[in-house]
């Protein structure tokens, strides 16, 4: 069965730092895999798409990788910041529907 | 411009009730997605609609049902409660897009209903 996974346990790194996220599947081929960043009680928020033949994709302190040989995404956050605490998810999807297969999430925490 | 708004924020059930849950959509989005995140996990898709109808739907029982109204608004109704459906119900909205591309939107997620079943 299709299976994506985060890293779970929790990663908590000094602010100034980069914070790198991994998110693993298998038994899957997405045509596009999305982040979110959830905080507490509230509903995830979108940050970056990046499609299959795309190899990387930026945003402002924002990186993603996605290596469809590994099978593996990499999210990161440069020079980050104690408001980038959060919980950040990787979803994956195929073309043109809104079933995005979700990972557990990690939470993220900067410290001052 | 309002993004995504569901009702009620939180709500207490009784096992073997029924609920409904209620969503409006980002203004210009079309296809409304539920999601159910339990704690500590990703959210799992229960279905979409669009265009009324019910395009793709998740691995979830017949007790969840849904309906989507002509403004694009949607309901989840989760029949016989048991212990297991608490969780957090996210409604998700979009844009559907046809085309040669196969980019998809980004959802545009509302705050979600915190269901509690005793």
């Known amino acids: 069965s299709q299976k994506i996974e985060q890293n779970s346990e929790a990663l908590n790194i000094q602010e100034g730092k980069t914070a790198t996220l991994t998110c693993n599947y298998t038994n899957y081929s997405p045509a596009y895999l999305q982040w979110y960043r959830q905080d507490p009680g509230r509903g995830p928020v979108f940050l970056l798409l990046i499609r299959e033949n795309e190899k990387e994709k930026r945003k402002e302190r924002l990186k993603v990788t996605f290596d469809t040989t590994l099978k593996q995404s990499l999210f990161h956050i440069t020079a980050s910041q104690p408001a980038d605490s959060a919980t950040y998810l990787c979803?994956?999807?195929?073309?043109?529907?809104?079933?995005?297969?979700f990972g557990q999430g990690t939470t993220l925490q900067v410290k001052p | 411009d309002a993004g995504v708004t569901q009702s009620p924020t939180h709500l207490i059930k009784t096992r073997g009730q029924q609920v409904t849950l209620r969503c409006s959509p980002k203004?210009?989005?079309?296809?409304v997605s539920w999601y159910q995140q339990a704690l500590g996990q990703g959210p799992q898709f229960i279905f979409q609609?669009?265009?009324?109808?019910?395009?793709q739907r998740g691995n979830f029982p017949d007790r969840f049902s849904g309906h989507q109204f002509p403004n694009y608004s949607s309901e989840l109704n989760v029949n016989a409660l048991l212990l297991g459906d608490s969780a957090l119900y996210l409604c998700?909205?979009?844009?559907?897009?046809?085309?040669?591309?196969?980019?998809?939107?980004?959802?545009?997620f509302g705050n979600g209903t915190r269901l509690t079943v005793t």
């Open positions: 609609y669009y265009e009324e109808e019910e395009r």
């Open positions: 998700a909205s979009s844009f559907f897009r046809t085309g040669i591309s196969s980019y998809n939107s980004p959802l545009h």
């Open positions: 979803a994956l999807g195929p073309s043109n529907t809104g079933k995005l297969i």
């Open positions: 203004s210009g989005h079309d296809t």
